[in-house]
């Protein structure tokens, strides 16, 4: 059974650009959600699909985007990046809305 | 507005000691609480929940105590082994398990 999987690894972008963050949940969830973890802090929750549809976000602002595929893979969308969209990326997928939820490594996102 | 804080970034115990990490809560709200233990280049990985209609719950070498009168949670490793090396972050939810709130997290050093 495959992991929770994510792409890239690292990037670098320069503020201003935008970016798109790839996650492939584990077979079976139908659920994914997404955090961002600064520096020195705890992962914080920026939304989470289900069967495609947006179930739920936190406080980030509308620049960042998400989507979720038929087949349950997902992606992140930031636009405009600022200098503090500079994080790791975790993706998060679940059996269902409220069971265990497994991360992926995560995608390294440098802004300068 | 951190509604769930770890007050200690680090902890640093002997091998075969334990090791106690302490969380704090400000929802009400929260009916769920959990463990990840991360190690770098690693997603967090689950490690031990408890209910809040629980006090303890106990897996091996590890115990989650909950006092909800104090708004207050800690995870007990006994006993503590070099492995044990990593972030633990402790982590809470409410009902609906669209989301999970986590702490800054707590960097443990396990010394042989």
């Known amino acids: 059974e495959t992991g929770v999987t994510q792409s890239p690894t690292h990037l670098i972008k320069t503020r201003g650009q935008q970016v798109t963050l790839r996650c492939s949940s584990q077979?079976?969830?139908?659920?994914v959600s997404w955090y961002q973890q600064a520096l020195g802090q705890g992962p914080q929750f920026i939304f989470q699909y289900y069967r495609e549809e947006e179930n739920g976000r936190g406080n980030f602002p509308p620049r960042f985007s998400g989507l979720q595929f038929p087949n349950y893979s997902s992606e992140l969308n930031v636009n405009a990046l600022e200098l503090d969209d500079s994080a790791l990326y975790l993706c998060?997928?679940?059996?269902?809305?409220?069971?265990?939820?497994?991360f992926g490594p995560g995608t390294r996102l440098t802004v300068t | 507005d951190q509604q769930v804080k770890q007050n200690s970034p680090s902890l640093s115990v002997q091998e075969g000691r334990i090791s106690i990490l302490n969380c704090d809560y400000t929802?009400?709200?929260?009916?769920?609480f959990l463990w990840y233990k991360k190690y770098p280049a690693e997603g967090p990985t689950f490690l031990i929940s408890i209910s809040s209609i629980k006090d303890k719950n106990e897996d091996g070498r590890f115990t989650v105590f909950l006092n909800k009168s104090a708004k207050h949670l800690s995870l007990h490793i006994v006993p503590s082994q070099p492995g044990d090396s990593a972030v633990y972050f402790c982590a809470a939810e409410e009902t609906s398990g669209s989301r999970l709130t986590f702490g800054e997290g707590t960097q443990l050093t396990v010394n042989p």
């Open positions: 077979s079976g969830h139908n659920t």
């Open positions: 929802n009400s709200m929260f009916d769920y």
């Open positions: 998060a997928s679940s059996l269902a809305v409220g069971n265990e939820q497994y």
